[in-house]
């Protein structure tokens, strides 16, 4: 069997994550997937896409600690990494073993080295209105929430919201220990978001809201309920662990 000859920078396209890196970095574990997919005598190479990149059907954003693992042998997680279990995942099927016993170390989850907690603050925001019934009756224990923003450092957000938080909306995503004012929540129950953030260690510290937009004239979008708008109204909550 011929052996293949692959370059010796490589352009890999993961789970439609593109990365560039070196030949050496991919063979650096002989034993490993990688490492027999690039050897060059593998039975079958793996395929490439549109514009000949090798396409590995994998998480495409966890793959980038895959990465620097086989760069510099060492297991190299941002703070309060939330995803061990996946990489874990990811870890078993490229056939790393050292790496997968790394991420079952007690260490890696949502405490830092030696159990402490990472300190910092993160704002729940909401902008919410009442409901209101027939004849314009307000039902003042019917609270409506189209959404619940959040913001802070990343980690710490990731750490007490977990799935719930939404990052669609973030142009940043591949960047570590950065800020963001973009999350939301999942889903609207604001008690549900303050109880996450109190079983993270967090305390409230302060909060603000502004009144109803009682304004007569204020123009309103078609279709929209006149009267709820007038009660529309937002608030701020701060939340810190020492």
């Known amino acids: 069997m011929a052996v293949r000859q692959f370059p010796p920078i490589v352009d890999l396209n993961v789970g439609g994550v593109c990365y560039t890196t070196s030949l050496a970095t991919l063979t650096a574990c002989p034993g490993s997937l990688l490492g027999q997919l ?4 593998a039975a079958e190479p793996p395929p490439q896409d549109s514009k000949g990149r090798y396409f590995v059907d994998r998480d495409g954003v966890l793959f980038r600690y895959v990465l620097d693992y086989l760069r510099s042998q060492k297991v190299i997680l941002p703070e309060n990494f939330q995803e061990a279990e996946r990489l874990l995942q990811e870890a078993e099927f490229f056939r790393l073993p050292e790496l997968e016993e790394a991420l079952k170390s007690p260490s890696i989850g949502r405490l ?16 919410g ?3 209101f019934g027939r004849d314009g009756l307000a039902d ?3 609270r409506k929430l189209a959404r619940i923003l959040v913001s802070g450092r990343v980690t710490l957000c990731r750490e007490a919201f ?7 909306r973030d142009p940043d995503r591949g960047h570590v220990d950065r800020y963001t004012s973009r999350f939301f929540l999942k889903h609207s129950f ?3 978001a303050f109880d996450m953030l109190y079983d993270a260690g967090f305390r409230l510290v302060a909060s603000c809201g502004s009144s109803t937009a009682g304004i007569p004239g204020v123009s309103e979008k078609p279709g929209s ?15 810190v662990r020492d």
């Open 162 to 168: 977990g799935e719930t938080l939404n990052e669609s």
């Open 225 to 239: 309920d006149s009267e709820e708008n007038r009660w529309n109204h937002y608030n701020e909550f701060v939340f």
């Open 140 to 142: 003042v224990k019917f």
């Open 38 to 41: 690039f050897a060059g005598d």
């Open 190 to 192: 604001l008690e549900q």
């Open 129 to 131: 209105t009442f409901a």
């Open 112 to 127: 830092r080295v030696g159990g402490e907690r990472s300190p910092g603050c993160v704002t729940v925001g909401y902008r």
